[in-house]
């Protein structure tokens, strides 16, 4: 603001200047046309405008010439007696007497601005009004851009303000932290990625702590049982039998479960699971997790049926680690259908073959159905393992989701209260 003042300033000045010149070449051509009137002719003229303030001062600027354009009052670059060039005669004011042009009168610009006859005072009272207009716009323009930047800078770095308090905040632990989105411009897109990510920390530092908890519970209660028997046997409260001997065993074997499982999860976090790949048979696939737990299905009442689809594309698995994975959800199915039917299908579609598995059991609750494949999550609150299998650790469905995704495909669960739970692994299909 303060250079457009200044500009503004030396604008006026020059624009007045000129204003002022060209008022001031009309007056000096009536006086010369007055002059030769008086004279008839141009002899003189100098001395006449010399003794003439203020025409005196264009002694110095002014340059006149007769009617065929032969200097009478020159200067040192146009000198008398010079025919005074084509171009400024062009730009000359013609002086006329009784309507014929006697001469012509040539006004030297003044390139440094000078005023060349001191204006009156009305006049210079209206070029200092002039900037005085000029700089207090200016003055308004700087207060209004200063009130309005302040006011835009708040509106931007309130955002980062906001941003900023809730890093801090979370680098002090509290990591349950939201800000507010106030735009759709790349700072509501960060706003936006950082609630995201607060919300994503705490579910992770939630899921730990519950983690944590639950391994704690699932290694205390085996842990106690046995340390009950064996300080039976050591003290001989308790006498060695058979019975005694299984439900030990059983409690060793849920440890084993539980620290592999632990183990392939580990590797899972890691990416580390390896894989002895080979092409398979997807109706393989499903026949033999069938074959595995018919006896247990008949022995329940359950019927267990297989719907494979004729020519199916190879897949590239592992067939133990895949077989795990059928293995957990046929498990899984046979615990929650006490009655009814459990159906195991392969399907191909959209260039990907489709390993199904859906019973007719209880089905799972829509609070918990987003959970399912949590580590340590049961449905059943009380955390009672499954009576027909002491090996279970609640892990099974998390490591059929990270072995699944192991081989590159996905895992899903679609279930309804009362009428059954489906769950779908996607795997991609060998090009042929």
Request: aromatic share 8%.
């Given at each position: 603001m303060i250079v457009f003042g200044v500009v503004i300033g030396q604008?006026?000045?020059?624009?007045?200047?000129?204003?002022?010149?060209?008022?001031?070449?009309?007056v000096l051509a009536n006086a010369l046309s007055d002059y030769y009137s008086t004279h008839n002719?141009?002899?003189?003229?100098?001395?006449?405008?010399?003794?003439?303030?203020?025409?005196?001062?264009?002694?110095?600027?002014?340059?006149?010439?007769?009617?065929?354009?032969?200097?009478v009052l020159g200067n040192q670059q146009y000198p008398m007696g010079s025919v005074l060039p084509a171009a400024q005669v062009a730009a000359s004011v013609p002086i006329q007497v009784q309507g014929q042009t006697v001469g012509f009168l040539y006004a030297v610009p003044f390139s440094s601005g000078v005023v060349p006859v001191r204006p009156a005072p009305s006049q210079e009272s209206f070029y200092v009004r002039i900037l005085q207009a000029a700089a207090l716009s200016a003055a308004a323009g700087a207060v209004t851009a200063l009130i309005l930047s302040i006011l835009l800078a708040s509106q931007l770095t309130r955002p980062v303000r906001e941003l900023t308090a809730a890093t801090q905040a979370m680098a002090a632990g509290q990591l349950h932290q939201q800000v507010k989105v106030r735009s759709h411009d790349e700072i509501g897109e960060l706003a936006r990625s950082f609630n995201t990510m607060s919300s994503d920390l705490t579910r992770a530092s939630q899921t730990r702590k519950q983690m944590t908890a639950d391994l704690a519970h699932d290694l205390r209660t085996p842990l106690t049982i046995l340390r009950g028997y064996t300080e039976g046997l050591k003290d001989g409260r308790l006498q060695g039998s058979l019975k005694l001997y299984e439900v030990m065993y059983s409690e060793v074997e849920h440890l084993q479960h539980l620290v592999e499982d632990l183990r392939t999860l580990s590797l899972a976090d890691a990416g580390e699971i390896r894989l002895n790949r080979r092409s398979v048979d997807p109706?393989?696939?499903?026949?033999?997790?069938?074959?595995?737990?018919?006896?247990?299905?008949?022995r329940r009442g359950v019927t267990l049926r297989v719907e494979a689809s004729?020519?199916?594309?190879?897949?590239?698995?592992?067939?133990?680690?895949?077989?795990?994975?059928?293995?957990?959800?046929?498990?899984?199915?046979?615990?929650?259908?006490?009655?009814?039917?459990?159906?195991?299908?392969?399907?191909?579609?959209?260039?990907?073959?489709?390993?199904?598995?859906?019973?007719?059991?209880?089905?799972?609750?829509?609070d918990d159905l987003p959970y399912v494949f949590d580590r340590f999550y049961r449905t059943d609150k009380s955390r009672q393992r499954f009576p027909d299998d002491p090996g279970s650790t609640g892990l099974g469905l998390a490591i059929a989701k990270a072995l699944v995704e192991a081989h590159g495909g996905t895992i899903t669960v679609q279930s309804k209260m009362g009428q059954g739970t489906s769950f779908t692994v996607r795997l991609p299909a060998v090009e042929t």
């Open positions: 604008r006026a000045q020059v624009e007045f200047n000129r204003f002022l010149s060209s008022r001031d070449e009309t002719g141009w002899s003189g003229v100098r001395d006449t405008l010399a003794s003439t303030p203020p025409l005196s001062f264009y002694i110095r600027s002014a340059i006149v010439s007769d009617s065929r354009h032969v200097i109706s393989a696939v499903v026949e033999r997790a069938a074959l595995a737990y018919f006896d247990q299905a008949e004729e020519k199916l594309p190879s897949i590239q698995a592992d067939t133990d680690r895949l077989a795990q994975v059928m293995n957990n959800l046929v498990s899984n199915a046979l615990h929650y259908t006490p009655q009814g039917e459990i159906v195991l299908s392969a399907y191909e579609k959209e260039h990907s073959v489709y390993l199904e598995v859906r019973d007719t059991g209880t089905g799972i609750a829509p």
